[in-house]
C-alpha cells in the first residue's frame, strides 16, 4: 500500500510538472514579428538617392516611431536635457533656430553651426567637412561629444533599458526587447532618413500648382545663370566641399574637410549646404557668422578672398551682382521654405 501510495503521487508530481512546463512554454511564446513596411518615396522629377540608406535596415512604421522618440528623448544626453531635437528643431527646418552655435552640456556650444535635418538621403557625406559617411552611425559623434550630449552607449543603453517603453518599442520595431546600439542607429536612421523638403512654393511651381512673382522669377532667372553649379537642383546642393573665400575664424581655427582628410587641397573646404528652407536655417556658414542673406550674398559680391590657394574656381571674380538682382535672388529663396515639413504632426513630438 505504501509503495502504490508513494507511486500515485510521483505519477502526479510528473504530471504537475508537465502541465506546469507546458504552461512557461505557453508563456514564452512570443507574436509573430509583423512590423508595417513603408516605402520611401522619392519625389517625381528628383534623382534617385546615390545609395539606398534603407538597404539593411527596412524602414517600418514601428522603426520610425521608435526613432523618433529616440530623437526627442533627452536620456541620450547625459544629463537628459539635450535630445537631439534641442539642436534640430523643426520649425526651424530640423536646425538650430537664432543660434550660430548650438547649446550643449555643462554650459558648452557646439563649433559648428547645425545644419537642417531633412533630405538625408541623398548625402553619401555628412557634417561641414564630410566625416561621417553613414546616416546610421551619425548620432555617435554628438551623443559621444563633450560639448554636446556628453554621453556614452553603455550610459544610453542602461538608461533604455530601464525605460518601461521601450524594450516594448524596440520589440515591435525589431522583433525582440534586445535594445542595442545598433538597432538605436537604425531607429534614427529611420526617423532622420525619411524627413523629406519637397513642398516649397517652388515645388508647386514646378509642378504647375503655383507661379513665381515677376521678382521671384527674376531671381530664379539670376540663381539659374550664377548659383545653379554648386547648389544643384533639385536638391539645392552638389553634395560637394569646396572653399568660398572666408576668412579662417580666429576663435576656431576650423579649416573644414582637411581636418579629415590631412591634404592641404582640402584646406578651407566646408560643404556646400542645402538652400532648402535657407530662410528657416539662419544664421548661415559652418560656423554661424552670416545673420541674414543679405549679408551671404554681399559676400559674395565683395567679400570673397581672391588670394587663397583653395578658392573654388567658379569665385575667383566673385560674383557681380546689383541691388535690384540681389533683393530679387532673395525673394527667390524665400520660395524654397517647405512649412508643410516644418509644420508636419508625422515629424512633431
Not at 555628412?126 to 546610421?136: F, K, L, N, R
Not at 571674380?317 to 508636419?344: C, H, P, V
Request: aromatic share 12%.
Amino acid at each position: 500500500m505504501k509503495f502504490r501510495i508513494i507511486l500515485l503521487l510521483s505519477v502526479s508530481m510528473l504530471l504537475s510538472a508537465i502541465l506546469i512546463s507546458a504552461c512557461k512554454k505557453n508563456d514564452t511564446v512570443t507574436e509573430t514579428y509583423n512590423p508595417t513596411y513603408l516605402n520611401f518615396t522619392v519625389p517625381a522629377g528628383w534623382p534617385t538617392p546615390p545609395t539606398n540608406i534603407f538597404a539593411n535596415n527596412p524602414l517600418t512604421e514601428e522603426g520610425f516611431q521608435l526613432g523618433k522618440k529616440l530623437f526627442y528623448d533627452g536620456k541620450l544626453s547625459k544629463d537628459g536635457n539635450f535630445p537631439c531635437a534641442s539642436c534640430h528643431q523643426q520649425f526651424a527646418a530640423f536646425a538650430t533656430f537664432d543660434h550660430d552655435f548650438s547649446h550643449g552640456f555643462n554650459n558648452s556650444f557646439t563649433t559648428r553651426n547645425a545644419p537642417g535635418l531633412f533630405n538625408l538621403a541623398w548625402m553619401t557625406k555628412m557634417h561641414w567637412d564630410g566625416g561621417i559617411s553613414h546616416i546610421e552611425v551619425q548620432p555617435l559623434a554628438p551623443i559621444t561629444a563633450q560639448n554636446e550630449m556628453a554621453e556614452t552607449i553603455e550610459n544610453v543603453l542602461i538608461k533604455l533599458n530601464a525605460d518601461v517603453d521601450y524594450p516594448r518599442l524596440f520589440k515591435s520595431a525589431f522583433g525582440s526587447s534586445d535594445i542595442t546600439s545598433q538597432r538605436m542607429l537604425k531607429a534614427l536612421a529611420q526617423f532622420m532618413g525619411s524627413i523629406i523638403s519637397s513642398n516649397s512654393k517652388y515645388d508647386q511651381v514646378k509642378r504647375g500648382e503655383a507661379s513665381f512673382t515677376s521678382s521671384e522669377q527674376n531671381g530664379y532667372t539670376f540663381f539659374k545663370a550664377h548659383c545653379e553649379t554648386c547648389h544643384k537642383e533639385p536638391l539645392f546642393t552638389d553634395n560637394s566641399f569646396r572653399n568660398t573665400g572666408m576668412a579662417v575664424n580666429p576663435f576656431l581655427n576650423d579649416f573644414g574637410s582637411m581636418r579629415i582628410t590631412n591634404d592641404r587641397n582640402d584646406s578651407l573646404k566646408f560643404k556646400v549646404p542645402s538652400l532648402r528652407n535657407v530662410l528657416l536655417t539662419f544664421p548661415y556658414s559652418h560656423d554661424g557668422r552670416f545673420y541674414s542673406l543679405g549679408a551671404v550674398l554681399d559676400h559674395y559680391r565683395t567679400g570673397i578672398i581672391t588670394t587663397q590657394p583653395t578658392l573654388d574656381p567658379l569665385l575667383v571674380g566673385r560674383i557681380a551682382m546689383t541691388n535690384n538682382e540681389k533683393n530679387d535672388l532673395i525673394y527667390f529663396l524665400n520660395t524654397l521654405s517647405d512649412t508643410t515639413m516644418t509644420k508636419a504632426a508625422r515629424f512633431a513630438q
